[in-house]
């Protein structure tokens, strides 16, 4: 594991350092979570780095990773952006999933491309991201279905203010063109059609209402790779469509929603690799052999 700057400095200071400066770093050090508890506002509360961060040498450079997803983002839009803890478990997931042996990665909900660049960036080198949105925002139908769904009020127009080029200049992050990347601009799931015979490894189900989701669960789930990970942002958010197309989904079929601890509550679901149709009294009735 490569050396950051803090062991460096903890480092110097235990050699060069006189006692006493020791004694009050280590004490601030000790003191800092509740420090920094008196300071914050009641909303926020300390998350100390979690060890994976360090130990799994995953992260080289990961505050700068998040605060560059500051950069295009708008004031609608600020959870990826703010959230560390969601750039993480995603990094997380994506390096762990790219070892599944196939698959190609999706997302519904893309606007001004924020996890799409995250997907790209560390997503298998060999695969394919497929990016679905109107670029132009909620479409009519789905605001007037999420309407009667679930009530919500003032959607209408939301996410308008952004492009194709828009995003796709985002994405890239100043290179010229990537042949992995691919859009399908317009209303889902008409913009599905022709991608029947793909299966996906990762989906990123992100278009915030009812009716989407709904129809993104109906063409991702089936065609997900034994193994194969999805994730339901806004599953515990403002946004109450979505888990009431989730749970329609998945509860006759015995598939619970997994809460991650980002600020929007996304959910997680993996698709099982054996046993997909068996029934809970198939499991309990099966004879396992008994090694001793
Ligand atoms: C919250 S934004 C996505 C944010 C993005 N995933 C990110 O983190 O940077 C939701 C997007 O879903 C898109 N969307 C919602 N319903 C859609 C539909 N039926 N067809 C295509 N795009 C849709 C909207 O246009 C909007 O850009």
Known sequence: MKNTGDQR????????????????????????????????????????KPN???????FPGIRDEIRSYNHDTSMAQKSLAVDGNRVIMLRMMLRQIASLPGGDYAELGTYRGISARLILRHMHPDAELHCFDTFDGFD???????????????????????????????????????????????????????????????????????????????CFYPRLVPGGVMLLHDYYSFFAGVRRAANEYFT???IVVLPMVDKAGTGIVIKPTIDQFATHSDIANRDFAVVN
């Open 9 to 48: 400095l903890s480092r110097k200071l235990h050699t060069y350092a006189p006692d006493w400066l020791r004694i009050l770093v280590t004490w601030i050090n000790l003191k800092r979570i509740a420090i920094a508890g008196l300071i914050l506002p009641k909303k926020c509360f300390v998350q100390i």
């Open 252 to 254: 006759p079929r015995g």
């Open 140 to 218: 009519n139908k789905d605001t007037s279905a999420e309407t009667i769904a679930v009530r919500n009020r003032g959607i209408e127009g939301a996410f308008s203010d952004t492009s194709l080029k828009r995003a796709k200049t985002y994405i890239l992050d100043g290179k010229s063109g990537d042949d992995r990347l691919n859009f399908h601009k317009g209303f889902f799931p008409d913009t599905f059609k022709g991608l029947e015979q793909h299966s996906w490894r990762f989906v990123h189900l992100d278009p915030d209402l009812y009716a989407p989701t709904l129809e993104g669960l109906k």
């Open 52 to 58: 994976s961060v360090d130990k799994m040498d995953y």
